[in-house]
Structures are given as structure tokens and as C-alpha cells.
């Protein structure tokens, strides 16, 4: 084949035009203005990374590896709002073939201050996995270790593939019952029975003593309650009242009250007194007793919370 | 030069910027990306929110459950090394008056956020060929120390872990005693004796006595269930024997005791902590 034949063929269409063609596409100087362009692109790239730590210092705080820290925004890793600002991790799921126990820290957002951010109030727990939804026992928080929770659950069939659900609370209904006894202490009071809407709080045992008592109660109907007691000496000439702990750590003070009591279907509190102790020159005529009763009798939203580590016994 | 060539020319000077600019930004998004990665331990913050060198309360620190180990100071003395840390509550707190505690006595109020809520105990530093272990004494304690052979500069250090650290929960637990059984156990690690029971009056003192494995467990009161038992005192500071009254009819037979306070939980995993900016 004579190459010829392909010269006609490989010839750009234009070549044929003479230089001065007016239609002819003026090809260098755009090329040139590219990599011109390029290259002070290039310079000012450099030039910016080679000094943007020290000029972010002067305004920002320098990370440890001298990269930019930018003051975070958000939750941690690992944890799932429970509200605007605060979000909640389940750190150790323990499981035996007796119970479950859930610890859960709350932490609020970044950048919120946590003195201005309450912490949220769930319900109900529960954890479910291979369809089974154990019920909540007990959940319980003490004064000392704050944005934590501990949680009691009945046993759990798969704890490694369990799933948590805190349920927030929907409705909640309050009263409050006053009940007025005679002076006469020690005293026992049994089976007390508050309505709250559809739902009654049973109050199993008031224990008062002379500077000191307890009470159980329980829930029938509704998910959760929360129950406060005040116990009143009246007619006494020092004033003396009995305050409801649920949680005692033994190092604080007398009359300092702990952080109010978890949503529960259940309770159990020790009266603390507050005040002088009754004796012959400090004589009750009549005793008050004053419920605060508040029961959620209707669930609000049900949020996952991530499981960070199981331990199963 | 024509009107044609001079826009010509216009287009490719800004197509040259516009790639270049381009590639520019990736070689910057790298560069970030490098630092990032060896600034602050990837449990601290979410990747999919946040970029990793994101902090909480101060750079370099080290989430745990909600409270932030952030170190304050790195001091190389001798063959010591100390790193001072501070604890810091990330805990919604609104409405929570300082906490006062009374001891036989003594009144102390402590602000909420300077409450010893973890017990990093246990730290690891290791270099290029050696690993060495330190901690601090106590949780009330802020400084942990590592003694390193000589010749070893914070330059050596390839990191620094805090390993299965202690965190503060909550208990509320029940536990029985009879004069048969005699021993319960409260929480692992804990147990509760029968020590004696007397006659004192009208009512009857029984006294139990608590055995901890490590003393700082001993965080929480004890009570007796049910009407007819009265407040409980331990018995003098620093000895774990508690006094309880009955007051009533028989005592139980099998006496059931409320454990409540706090106890420390066991977070496994490694925390990374990042001292660079000291060194």
C-alpha cells in the first residue's frame, strides 16, 4: 500500500490553511496564560499551607500535632441525642442468667454549658433481642455520680445482639395526698393507695420513726412513677420533718437531698430528718404526711442507645 | 492580538487556576487529614459529624463515659515522667447545687465538676521497644507517674493509654444476713459480715462489718429493709463497721439490708491520651 494513499487521510483539516488564516485557532498564548495560571495557583497553595497553623494560633487553639482545633459542635462518638443537648451511651451492658444491669452516661453537646443543660428523664428501659423485651426492675442514680445511670433489668436471651430502648416519657399526670396521723411514733403505715388518673400508686410501707423512716411503694397501671414524701411534725417547738432520699451516699450532709428520684415502677427511700428530733421538750401534737405522686401514663418517643461493650457472665 | 486570542487567553489562564486550585484543595484535605489522625484519639468524636481533631472541653483530651481526661502539664524529672491531668464532667448539671458533704463533723461543699467521676488507674506509655505501666494512687489523686530508664526523652514516648479505666455508677442492691449465713456478697469485691448482735433496751444493735478487696469500693451506706430498723452508723471514720438499730418485736430471722451509694464499673478498652502539645 502506498503510505500516499494515508497522507490525505492523517492531514488535519486545517493544515491545509495558510498561516494567516483568519479562522485559524491562535493556540499559544491561551496555553501559555493556563500554566501561567496554574503556576501562581500552585505559589498561593503552598504559600497557604506552609503558613496557615501559625496564623491560626494568633485566633485558635493549636491540637496537639499543630494541626487546626476547631471548637467541636455535636455529641461525642458512640452516643445519640436524647434531647436538644444532651445524648446518652450505654458504656457496659452486664447480662447473667439472673438480671441485667445497664450503665449509661449522659453527656451534654459541645459547646452547651452543662450548668444550663438538664439532664433527661427516661421513663422506661428495656433491651431487645431475639424477641425478648425484658421489663424494667429499677433504674437509680446517686448525687456523686452525676449523668450516670444504672439500670436493673430482668434477664435478657441474647445480650450480644440486644438492642436498648429508652422509651422518654408521652403524659404525665401528678396529685398530691395529704395524710394526717396522730403523733403517736413509731409508726407503720400500710398499703396506701393514691389515684392518679387511671393509675394508683401503692405506698406498700411508710416507716416513721422519731428522726428517721423509709417507704416502699409500687405502681398499678401507667409505666412509671416517681414518688416524694414529706413527713411534718406539727406543734413541735424545733421544727423537725423527714425528707425522702433515694439514694443516700453516706458522706453527705444531713438535710442535703440528693438529685430527684428516676422515672420507676417501683421505689424504695429512706426519710432523713431534717430539723431537731423529737424528745420531752420537743413534743409533736400530730403528724403530716404529704405524697407527691406523678405517674407517665403515656409513653412519648422510644430512642435506640448504642451499646458500647457487653459483658456476659 | 486579536479579540478572539484575548479571550482565548483569558480561558486558559483560568482554566490553569481552576485545576490547579483543584488539585489544591485535595493536597490540602491530605495534609489535614495526616494531622488529624495523630492528634486526639479517634474514641473522642464522631467521624461522621465532626472532623477528628474536634475537642470537647481542651485539645488532647481523652473522653471517658461523660468525663474528659485532659493532661495539663508533662514534667521529665530524672527518670520520672508525670503528666497532670485534669477531670472534667461533661454531665448535664442544671439545677444541681454544689454538693456538701459532712465527715464526723467537718463540712465541705465541692462544686459539681470537681467530683472524682472515673479512676483512670491504670496507664501504659510505650516507646519504639518498651512498654512501662503507671497511675495514679487514688481517684482523688490527678497525677500519674512512669519511671523510665535513663536515657528516655517524652520524644520517645509512641503513646500514652489509659487501660480499662473506673467509672462511678450508681447502686442500690439488696443483700440478706441470718445468723446461719453469715457472709453476702454485695458487688464483687465487696462483702458484708455478720459481727454480732446485742440487746440495748427496747431495741437490738446488729453490727455487720464490710470486707473490701481495694478500699475505695467502699462507696455506698447500708440500711436495714422494712419498719422497725432505724438509721445505721458506721462505726467510727475509717473503719467499715456499721451499727444498726431495731427497734420492734423479734428481730427477723433473715434480716434484709439495703446497699446503696456508688460503686466503681470497669470501662474496657484502651483510651488513648495525647500529651504532643507539652512536648
Not at chain 2, 118 to 138: D, R
Not at chain 2, 167 to 190: K, M, N, Q
Amino acid at each position: 500500500m502506498n503510505d500516499s494513499n494515508f497522507e490525505e487521510l492523517l492531514k488535519s483539516p486545517y493544515s491545509n490553511r495558510e498561516p494567516d488564516d483568519p479562522d485559524a485557532i491562535p493556540w499559544k498564548p491561551p496555553v501559555m496564560a493556563a500554566i501561567i495560571g496554574a503556576l501562581l495557583m500552585a505559589t498561593f497553595i503552598i504559600y497557604s499551607i506552609a503558613t496557615a497553623p501559625d496564623d491560626l494560633t494568633a485566633t485558635t487553639t493549636s491540637s496537639a500535632s499543630g494541626g487546626v482545633a476547631v471548637e467541636a459542635t455535636g455529641f461525642p462518638r458512640g452516643y445519640v441525642a436524647v434531647s436538644d443537648d444532651v445524648a446518652m451511651r450505654i458504656d457496659v451492658m452486664h447480662a447473667d442468667s439472673n438480671s441485667t444491669t445497664l450503665f449509661v452516661s449522659s453527656v451534654t453537646e459541645a459547646g452547651v454549658d452543662a450548668d444550663s443543660s438538664s439532664a433527661v428523664d427516661v421513663a422506661s428501659w428495656t433491651v431487645r433481642s431475639n424477641g425478648s423485651e425484658p421489663s424494667l426492675q429499677y433504674q437509680h442514680s446517686s448525687r456523686t455520680s452525676l449523668g450516670r445511670i444504672t439500670i436493673d433489668l430482668s434477664p435478657v436471651s441474647d445480650p450480644q445482639n440486644a438492642v436498648a430502648i429508652a422509651t422518654l416519657p408521652g403524659t404525665i399526670e401528678s396529685v398530691e395526698d395529704v395524710l394526717t396521723l396522730s403523733p403517736h411514733t413509731p409508726r407503720t403505715v400500710t398499703n396506701h393507695r393514691i389515684a392518679v388518673g387511671d393509675s394508683v400508686v401503692v405506698v406498700d410501707e411508710l416507716d416513721i420513726g422519731n428522726g428517721y423512716g423509709s417507704m416502699r411503694w409500687h405502681l398499678e397501671g401507667g409505666l412509671a412513677a416517681k414518688v416524694d414524701v414529706l413527713v411534718v411534725f406539727d406543734g413541735v417547738q424545733f421544727p423537725l420533718v423527714l425528707l425522702t432520699h433515694y439514694n443516700n451516699d453516706p458522706e453527705l450532709s444531713v438535710g442535703f437531698r440528693g438529685i430527684p428520684p428516676p422515672w420507676n415502677p417501683q421505689g424504695e427511700a429512706t426519710l432523713l430528718r431534717d430539723g431537731e428530733p423529737l424528745s420531752d421538750a420537743n413534743v409533736a401534737t400530730g403528724i403530716t404526711v404529704t405524697f407527691d405522686a406523678s405517674v407517665v401514663s403515656r409513653a412519648g418517643t422510644e430512642i435506640e442507645i448504642p451499646i458500647r461493650e457487653v459483658i456476659q457472665d | 492580538m486579536n479579540g478572539r486570542t484575548i479571550s482565548l487567553t483569558i480561558i486558559g489562564f483560568l482554566i490553569g487556576v481552576l485545576a490547579a486550585a483543584g488539585i489544591g484543595v485535595r493536597v490540602i484535605d491530605e495534609v489535614r487529614a495526616t494531622d488529624d489522625a495523630t492528634s486526639l484519639p479517634p474514641e473522642n468524636v464522631s467521624s461522621t459529624t465532626l472532623p477528628v481533631n474536634q475537642y470537647f472541653v481542651a485539645a488532647g483530651e481523652t473522653l471517658i463515659a461523660s468525663t474528659a481526661v485532659v493532661p495539663k502539664s508533662v514534667v521529665m524529672s530524672g527518670t520520672g515522667l508525670a503528666i497532670e491531668y485534669d477531670l472534667v464532667s461533661l454531665a448535664p448539671v442544671e439545677g444541681l447545687p454544689p454538693m456538701v458533704f459532712s465527715s464526723f463533723g467537718n463540712t465541705q461543699e465541692i462544686e459539681n465538676s470537681d467530683l472524682p467521676v472515673i479512676f483512670p488507674k491504670k496507664w501504659v506509655l510505650t516507646t519504639e521497644s518498651q512498654t512501662f505501666e503507671g497511675g495514679p494512687a487514688h481517684p482523688d489523686v490527678r497525677t500519674v507517674r512512669f519511671e523510665l530508664p535513663e536515657g528516655i526523652a517524652t520524644s520517645d514516648v509512641v503513646s500514652i493509654e489509659i487501660v480499662d479505666p473506673l467509672v462511678v455508677a450508681s447502686l442500690d442492691t439488696h443483700f440478706e444476713l441470718s445468723e446461719e449465713s453469715r457472709v453476702a456478697t454485695i458487688v464483687d469485691g465487696v462483702q458484708a459480715r455478720l459481727l454480732n448482735i446485742s440487746a440495748q433496751g427496747d431495741s437490738t444493735i446488729v453490727q455487720i462489718e464490710l470486707v473490701a478487696e481495694d478500699p475505695i469500693d467502699l462507696a455506698f451506706g447500708v440500711e436495714g429493709v422494712g419498719a422497725g430498723w432505724r438509721s445505721a452508723f458506721f462505726e467510727a471514720e475509717g473503719r467499715p463497721r456499721i451499727n444498726l438499730t431495731w427497734v420492734g418485736d423479734d428481730l427477723p430471722e433473715i434480716m434484709v439490708f439495703r446497699a446503696h451509694g456508688n460503686q466503681w464499673v470497669e470501662v474496657v478498652g484502651l483510651f488513648p491520651v495525647s500529651i504532643a502539645s507539652f512536648e
